[in-house]
T-cell receptor
Framework: GNSVTQMEGPVTLSEEAFLTINCTYTATGYPSLFWYVQYPGEGLQLLLKATKADDKGSNKGFEATYRKETTSFHLEKGSVQVSDSAVYFC????????????FGKGTLLTVNP | DTAVSQTPKYLVTQMGNDKSIKCEQNLGHDTMYWYKQDSKKFLKIMFS???????INETVPNRFSPKSPDKAHLNLHINSLELGDSAVYFC?????????????FGEGSWLTVV
């Protein structure tokens, strides 16, 4: 079956630091990959996605590249802000699973001023 | 203009009670979902409906019964609530059957069973 493994948190950074959250996946088919973000007390929002190998998803300064050879989709941001403090979820979907999202366990990011 | 809206947002209830959470989407999507987020933030799908038809049912106790009166609504009814049912329940929707389509989530319903 499908699975997503992302780095354990929590991650604590100072403002303007570089962020990497690692994500690797196992899928039976050819999945689409997603990063969702959950701000405190709120629901899930799509941050970015990529649907085929070597695609780069980007949004709000965050980027992630679909690497089929390493089955990875690491999230990066060059300079984090306090407002980026949230829980980040890596996820995948594919046809074999009826396009349901399979999530990683989430990584809590705290950015201090 | 909330795309996926669910009510109530907060619900505190006693063990053994029956409760419902309602969900509506105005995106014109044909597929709707219920996800459960536990206290450790882990998210797992419970159900998925496509055009009012159940397509995913992931080992959820029979006390949980989804109902989809039309493709814009997917309600979740829970019988005989237990302490372990305390969680955040997210409704979501997408245009199904298309690779890479975004799934849009509601703001969640925080259920506490006491």
């Amino acid at each position: 079956g499908n699975s997503v493994t992302q780095m354990e948190g929590p991650v604590t950074l100072s403002e303007e630091a570089f962020l990497t959250i690692n994500c690797t996946y196992t899928a039976t088919g050819y999945p689409s990959l997603f990063w969702y973000v959950q701000y405190p007390g709120e629901g899930l929002q799509l941050l970015l996605k990529a649907t085929k190998a070597d695609d780069k998803g980007s949004n709000k300064g965050f980027e992630a590249t679909y690497r089929k050879e390493t089955t990875s989709f690491h999230l990066e941001k060059g300079s984090v802000q306090v407002s980026d403090s949230a829980v980040y979820f890596c996820a995948l979907s594919d046809r074999g699973s009826n396009y349901k999202l399979t999530f990683g366990k989430g990584t809590l990011l705290t950015v201090n001023p | 203009d909330t795309a996926v809206s669910q009510t109530p947002k907060y619900l505190v209830t006693q063990m053994g009670n029956d409760k419902s959470i309602k969900c509506e989407q105005n995106l014109g999507h044909d597929t709707m979902y219920w996800y459960k987020q536990d206290s450790k933030k882990f998210l797992k799908i419970m159900f998925s409906y496509n055009n009012k038809e159940l397509i995913i049912n992931e080992t959820v106790p029979n006390r949980f019964s989804p109902k989809s009166p039309d493709k814009a609504h997917l309600n979740l009814h829970i019988n005989s609530l237990e302490l372990g049912d305390s969680a955040v329940y997210f409704c979501a929707s997408s245009q199904g059957g298309i690779s890479g389509n975004t799934i849009y989530f509601g703001e969640g319903s925080w259920l506490t069973v006491v």
